[in-house]
């Protein structure tokens, strides 16, 4: 048994500034082949402990320890210039303030095994020549176990070469709360796998963005839609820095969002399968509940009762490729839709998008939702939103196609759209009487409408087919042409509810009608 006291440790940081510890006892016994040692650190001249230990097992003096150590670490700020030149890449540890414990196992002086907790209430880093934010209040619990190597390598080698995993990680970072997750990383040569469960997007990462040496595209990504939400069962393979460029993701989404950008849509409440690699990647849709929305077209937000499909992107050179074409949804109760789109984003050109959007079972209320405001007539668009009070639309199809970048044209992006309506009102212009049990078909390209009714009632009159336009220009009008059989008895109520009655004069609404009239109508209205 032998017990050493007053021990005065010094240390020296990078800029050769002393750091001095006092450890007031240390216990060394051996017996029977086993070696036993325990102490505490202590700041020099105080007596704030930093540390204790308790170490047991065989063969310590000869190199080749077999055994045990548990460290029990209160670091303050000691480290705080000792750990500088400890670097990944450009990735440096600048200051830290570290508490926990440990359990470390040795086998023939090689570390096998590290089991323990981390309680750090401040952690800074720094990326090239930036510090970060500093990370505080990280809570984990953690397990190493060594795979491989050799006697001739160092610790960091070791360490390096190890696989990790870490529990109920979480930590605060300018301004982020993380809830806790766990993952596991492996080394893969140069590189690594790491799996990861719950795993909170939006600020891992931000943090990512800012700490991780990413693949560009990646890291542009990332910074570009800016994604929340979760991600189950991730793993993510980073290869060494000779395949920097390269790395391969998998994953479920749940309760994910991205942010719209450049074109592409934005979306919100999506859950499903996640693959991407540095050239292409895709999303799998599992059935539910999605927001979804162009902002660049569309006045807002479309809420899908369900949504299901394929969302899949291409990486070629400086071109960008989002696509779908077997997006299936449900809008509100009963209507259905089927959607694909194909946007195409140059960095050095023009960026194109294209886009079709299929109805069915509908009603007057998607006109507003689904008419691309932003980029038909206004005049068009405020008239089909409100002359259509009612309908039943039972098909349809909206199709977009060009540029759509801000230096686009005016025009650049042309629209169509048809659809068969029944059960419709139809106001033309408040002067004249509505149109009511109306069928038939709009057609609109590039803000010209001409709408085909097959039937319908206005005033007491059975339409015959007719045709109603719409034509863009200052100012936009509505051209009206209908035939119909108009009898005696339904005269006095055109003259007393439409410009007829004053074309016509007072002496007309003296007079009785009876019989049968055909009346021809032609109506030029500007809106």
Same mark, same amino acid.
């Given at each position: 048994?032998?017990?050493?006291?007053?021990?005065?440790?010094?240390?020296?940081?990078?800029?050769?500034?002393?750091?001095?510890?006092?450890?007031?006892?240390?216990?060394?016994?051996?017996?029977?082949?086993?070696?036993?040692?325990?102490?505490?650190?202590?700041?020099?001249?105080?007596?704030?402990?930093?540390?204790?230990?308790?170490?047991?097992?065989?063969?310590?003096?000869?190199?080749?320890?077999?055994?045990?150590?548990?460290?029990?670490?209160?670091?303050?700020?000691?480290?705080?210039?000792?750990?500088?030149?400890?670097?990944?890449?450009?990735?440096?540890?600048?200051?830290?303030?570290?508490?926990?414990?440990?359990?470390?196992?040795?086998?023939? !002086?090689? +570390?096998?095994?590290?089991?323990?907790?981390?309680?750090?209430?401040?952690?800074?880093?720094?990326?090239?020549?930036?510090?970060?934010?500093?990370? @505080?209040?990280?809570?984990?619990?953690?397990?190493?176990?060594?795979?491989?190597?050799?006697?001739?390598?160092?610790?960091?080698? %070791?360490?390096?070469?190890?696989?990790?995993?870490?529990?109920?990680?979480?930590?605060?970072?300018?301004?982020?709360?993380?809830?806790?997750?766990?993952?596991?990383?492996?080394?893969?040569?140069? !590189?690594?796998?790491?799996?990861?469960?719950?795993?909170?997007?939006?600020?891992?990462?931000?943090?990512?963005?800012?700490?991780?040496?990413?693949?560009?595209?990646?890291?542009?990504?990332?910074?570009?839609?800016?994604?929340?939400?979760?991600?189950?069962?991730?793993? +993510?393979?980073?290869?060494?820095?000779?395949?920097?460029?390269?790395?391969?993701?998998? !994953?479920?989404?749940?309760?994910?969002?991205?942010?719209?950008?450049?074109?592409?849509?934005?979306?919100?409440?999506?859950?499903?399968?996640?693959?991407?690699?540095?050239?292409?990647?895709?999303?799998?849709?599992?059935?539910?509940?999605? %927001?979804?929305?162009?902002?660049?077209?569309?006045?807002?937000?479309?809420?899908?009762?369900?949504?299901?499909?394929?969302?899949?992107?291409?990486? &070629?050179?400086?071109?960008?490729?989002?696509?779908?074409?077997?997006?299936?949804?449900?809008?509100?109760?009963?209507?259905?839709?089927?959607?694909?789109?194909?946007?195409?984003?140059?960095?050095?050109?023009?960026?194109?998008?294209?886009?079709?959007? !299929?109805?069915?079972?509908?009603?007057?209320?998607?006109?507003?939702?689904?008419?691309?405001?932003?980029?038909?007539?206004? @005049?068009?668009?405020?008239?089909?939103?409100?002359?259509?009070?009612?309908?039943?639309?039972?098909?349809?199809?909206?199709?977009?196609?060009?540029?759509?970048?801000?230096?686009?044209?005016?025009?650049?992006?042309?629209?169509?759209?048809?659809?068969?309506?029944?059960?419709?009102?139809?106001?033309?212009?408040?002067?004249?009487? &509505?149109?009511?049990?109306?069928?038939?078909?709009?057609?609109?390209?590039?803000?010209?409408?001409?709408?085909?009714?097959?039937?319908?009632?206005?005033?007491?009159?059975?339409?015959?087919?007719?045709?109603?336009?719409?034509?863009?220009?200052?100012?936009?009008?509505?051209?009206?042409?209908?035939?119909?059989?108009?009898?005696?008895?339904?005269?006095?109520?055109?003259?007393?509810?439409?410009?007829?009655?004053?074309?016509?004069?007072?002496?007309?609404?003296?007079?009785?009608?009876?019989?049968?009239?055909?009346?021809?109508?032609?109506?030029?209205?500007?809106?």
């Amino acid at each position: 048994f032998v017990r050493i006291t007053r021990v005065s440790l010094q240390l020296q940081d990078g800029e050769d500034n002393p750091r001095y510890l006092d450890i007031p006892q240390l216990d060394l016994v051996y017996r029977r082949g086993l070696f036993r040692a325990s102490g505490r650190a202590m700041r020099a001249g105080t007596t704030e402990q930093l540390a204790s230990f308790a170490l047991v097992g065989q063969h310590f003096f000869r190199g080749d320890f077999t055994g045990q150590l548990y460290l029990d670490v209160d670091s303050g700020r000691l480290f705080d210039g000792l750990i500088d030149d400890y670097r990944w890449r450009e990735l440096r540890i600048e200051g830290v303030d570290l508490e926990g414990e440990a359990w470390l196992t040795f086998r023939s !002086g090689h +570390l096998e095994q590290v089991n323990g907790t981390l309680r750090t209430p401040y952690l800074q880093l720094g990326v090239a020549n930036t510090s970060l934010a500093p990370l @505080e209040d990280i809570q984990a619990r953690f397990g190493w176990r060594r795979r491989g190597g050799d006697e001739a390598e160092t610790l960091a080698q %070791t360490l390096a070469r190890g696989e990790l995993h870490v529990q109920s990680l979480q930590w605060t970072w300018d301004g982020d709360t993380v809830p806790a997750f766990s993952l596991r990383v492996r080394p893969r040569g140069d !590189g690594f796998d790491l799996v990861a469960d719950t795993l909170p997007l939006a600020p891992v990462r931000r943090l990512l963005v800012a700490v991780a040496p990413l693949p560009e595209r990646l890291a542009r990504a990332l910074t570009n839609y800016r994604p929340s939400g979760f991600i189950d069962h991730l793993h +993510l393979v980073l290869p060494g820095a000779a395949d920097a460029g390269r790395f391969a993701l998998l !994953g479920q989404l749940r309760d994910v969002s991205i942010q719209a950008h450049d074109g592409a849509p934005g979306a919100s409440g999506l859950a499903g399968t996640l693959y991407m690699d540095a050239r292409s990647g895709f999303v799998r849709l599992t059935p539910g509940a999605v %927001t979804l929305g162009f902002p660049e077209l569309f006045r807002a937000d479309w809420a899908f009762a369900e949504m299901r499909g394929t969302v899949a992107w291409q990486l &070629e050179g400086a071109i960008t490729r989002v696509y779908a074409d077997d997006l299936q949804m449900r809008y509100g109760e009963a209507t259905e839709l089927t959607g694909a789109f194909d946007l195409r984003m140059d960095r050095e050109g023009e960026d194109n998008l294209g886009l079709r959007i !299929g109805v069915r079972d509908g009603n007057a209320g998607l006109l507003a939702d689904f008419v691309p405001q932003k980029a038909v007539n206004p @005049e068009l668009y405020h008239w089909l939103t409100t002359a259509i009070p009612s309908a039943r639309i039972e098909e349809g199809v909206f199709y977009g196609h060009g540029q759509i970048d801000g230096s686009a044209p005016h025009g650049a992006f042309v629209s169509s759209m048809w659809y068969r309506f029944s059960e419709a009102t139809v106001r033309y212009d408040e002067r004249w009487p &509505e149109l009511t049990q109306a069928s038939g078909r709009v057609d609109i390209h590039n803000g010209r409408t001409e709408i085909q009714l097959a039937s319908g009632q206005v005033g007491g009159i059975d339409l015959s087919p007719s045709r109603v336009r719409v034509l863009p220009g200052t100012p936009t009008r509505v051209q009206v042409t209908a035939k119909a059989r108009v009898p005696g008895e339904a005269i006095p109520f055109w003259l007393a509810n439409s410009p007829l009655g004053a074309m016509a004069g007072a002496s007309a609404r003296n007079l009785r009608y009876e019989g049968q009239y055909t009346l021809d109508l032609d109506l030029d209205l500007p809106l």
